[in-house]
């Protein structure tokens, strides 16, 4: 008969972590890059992008709504035509995108009550692969050094002071209060539309210098992977700004795979991030909690079991529901400490297959990012 054995804490310190990843339903289309998205009334809008892993080069261009309340998917009206690297923000509870690949000045605006695109009045630059953002119901779109602004309202374009530098492609952005903020390279700046004026700001610490992507949360902004060193190398760095203190924070990695050209955007203080590529296309969609806090004391009581024990060829990790989401790892190190597996722990029960490592003592252990929460003992035999 199995027994379980329930883990004791080891009686080190650890350290509490505000914000947490959590795993939620795949994006509903396929693996893709350079795809857009946005949120309107508390849903996320997500689509077009693209693959060319094998060097043929397929654009998409359908377009879907996520519910956060059900965690769920619906494919909405397809965009008018197949495209990547385009720029999207949102305005009069109404989704915009335009430019990238197969368009020029070209935009359209979706409307999610009638699921319905329509063209707008065309831009006067043509945008492709520069996050565009929007501020106070105006859309902010930028094309090398030129900012130009959309009033939906009125459906027309005006030429706004133009960016300090040249924006790079890739680059990432996001909006906090009446500003709009640009990463490029490692430069960074506010824009404040009231005074149509660029300040600028801490310059960026982490390593990606491109294909990242950003999103606000809770007055913060927030930027997400990318590239560094070409596009082979890719991070899981995740940067926390600042604005009233002009400061730079390294939060929780991406616990995901690491990835450029995804996809994020914020509902209700969260973050919204999915989709992307290492080389592979990734469909995989996770929220970003800042408003999560952990410490000892939430975890000093969880139920982890690990069976049976001892055990032949095969070991079952088994995790409290509540923690499931949050981003938890194994370590199963031998008594030298050499590492003989390790996993994300992505559902209620682990199976281990340990049919390759032979009969003696080893340890299990729990972490949440680098820190270890928690150890037990396993015996092979």
């Known amino acids: 008969m199995n027994r379980l054995l329930s883990i004791l804490i080891l009686a080190t310190s650890f350290q509490a972590f505000s914000g947490t990843w959590i795993k939620k339903s795949n994006f509903g289309g396929v693996g893709r890059h350079r795809a857009v998205g946005g949120s309107v009334n508390n849903r996320g809008y997500l689509g077009l992008g693209h693959v060319n892993g094998t060097g043929v080069d397929i654009s998409y261009k359908d377009w879907w709504e996520y519910d956060p309340s059900s965690d769920s998917w619906t494919q909405r009206a397809d965009f008018p035509v197949p495209n990547h690297g385009a720029v999207a923000f949102s305005a009069v509870e109404c989704m915009f995108v335009g430019g990238g690949s197969a368009l020029n000045g070209e935009f359209y605006k979706y409307n999610p009550l009638t699921n319905s695109w329509s063209p707008t009045a065309a831009c006067p630059i043509s945008p492709g692969d520069i996050q565009a953002f929007s501020v106070n119901d105006k859309g902010y779109v930028i094309s090398g050094n030129s900012l130009v602004e959309y009033d939906a309202m009125n459906n027309s374009w005006q030429t706004k002071s133009n960016v300090p530098v040249a924006v790079n492609a ?107 590529t290492n080389g592979i296309n990734m469909n995989d969609f996770w929220q970003y909690d800042p408003s999560f806090t952990l410490g000892i004391e939430d975890l000093k009581d969880v139920s982890l079991n690990v069976y049976p024990n001892p055990f032949v060829e095969n070991l079952t990790i088994q995790l409290d529901l509540q923690l499931l989401e949050i981003g938890l790892t194994y370590h199963v190190t031998d008594l030298t400490g050499k590492l003989v597996k390790s996993g994300q722990i992505d559902s209620e029960k682990v199976h281990l297959s340990m049919i390759d490592t032979n009969p003696g003592t080893y340890i299990v252990s729990l972490f949440y990012g680098d820190v270890k929460i928690k150890d037990l003992k396993v015996i092979q035999i």
């Open 170 to 276: 890739w680059s990432a952005s996001f909006s906090i209060g009446a500003s709009g903020f640009v990463k490029t390279g490692v430069n960074f700046f506010e824009y404040k539309p009231g005074e149509d004026t660029w300040i600028v700001r801490s310059s960026f610490p982490g390593i990606s210098s491109g294909g990242s992507y950003g999103f606000a949360a809770d007055d913060e902004g927030y930027i997400t992977c990318g590239y560094f060193s070409g596009l082979s190398n890719v991070t899981d760095e995740v940067w926390k700004f600042n604005p009233a203190l002009n400061q730079w924070l390294q939060v929780e990695i991406f616990p995901g795979t690491n990835r450029r050209f995804p996809v994020a955007f914020s509902i209700n203080g969260k973050g919204y991030f999915g989709t992307g």
